[in-house]
T-cell receptor
Framework: GENVEQHPSTLSVQEGDSAVIKCTYS??????FPWYKQELGKGPQLIID?????GEKKDQRIAVTLNKTAKHFSLHITETQPEDSAVYFC????????????FGQGTELSVKP | GAVVSQHPSWVICKSGTSVKIECRSL??????MFWYRQFPKQSLMLMAT?????????EQGVEKDKFLINHASLTLSTLTVTSAHPEDSSFYIC?????????????FGPGTRLLVL
């Protein structure tokens, strides 16, 4: 079945710097890759997603890139702000997973003012 | 974006009692809903997938007789933890999707924190 690996597990950056979180997946049939942000004590919130027919997607300070050949995708946050501090989860899914998303282990991002 | 609510947001119960958690899609019809549990500092663990009008599909290792899931309408799914024990204490989160395709956005509820004494 699908396996999604996420790195790093923790990431600390200075306010204004960029942050990059990387994920790899195992099933080449996976074709949908969302990213979620989870603040302490809350449910995950979708921040951006990408489908396998595109290689990059951007929404203001957030961008996601997808390399289907290498089976990895990355989240890029530019001009980080303290309110970006949270746990970020990547996920992958496709028809072979029965409509389910497989989540990475999470990255705890800390943005220091 | 679409809104998913959960009720209650937190619950404390005695060991051996049953607890029901509700998950509602407020502004869309959810053909598919998912139930996850999450332990501190860990990722989301899928417990089961429910499609409206049919029986839930449970993940390996999840006891279907202990975690009863009902998805009776397109806007409501419930999770009942039967005969709860302290090891069932966790953060339970539901998510909802309008259709059955994985490429459709999955929206999460705010979670329910369960503490079993």
């Amino acid at each position: 079945g699908e396996n999604v690996e996420q790195h790093p597990s923790t990431l600390s950056v200075q306010e204004g710097d960029s942050a990059v979180i990387k994920c790899t997946y195992s099933d080449s049939a996976s074709n949908y890759f969302p990213w979620y942000k989870q603040e302490l004590g809350k449910g995950p919130q979708l921040i951006i997603d990408i489908r396998s027919n595109v290689g990059e997607k951007k929404d203001q300070r957030i961008a996601v890139t997808l390399n289907k050949t290498a089976k990895h995708f990355s989240l890029h946050i530019t001009e980080t702000q303290p309110e970006d501090s949270a746990v970020y989860f990547c996920a992958g899914g496709g028809s072979k997973q029965g409509g389910k998303l497989i989540f990475g282990q999470g990255t705890e991002l800390s943005v220091k003012p | 974006g679409a809104v998913v609510s959960q009720h209650p947001s937190w619950v404390i119960c005695k060991s051996g009692t049953s607890v029901k958690i509700e998950c509602r899609s407020l502004d869309f019809q959810a053909t598919t809903m998912f139930w996850y549990r999450q332990f501190p500092k860990q990722s989301l663990m899928l417990m089961a997938t429910s499609n409206e009008g049919s029986k839930a599909t449970y993940e390996q290792g999840v006891e279907k007789d202990k975690f009863l899931i009902n998805h009776a309408s397109l806007t409501l799914s419930t999770l009942t933890v039967t005969s709860a024990h302290p090891e069932d204490s966790s953060f339970y989160i539901c998510s909802a999707r309008e259709g059955r395709q994985v490429q459709e956005t999955q929206y999460f509820g705010p979670g329910t924190r369960l503490l079993v004494l």
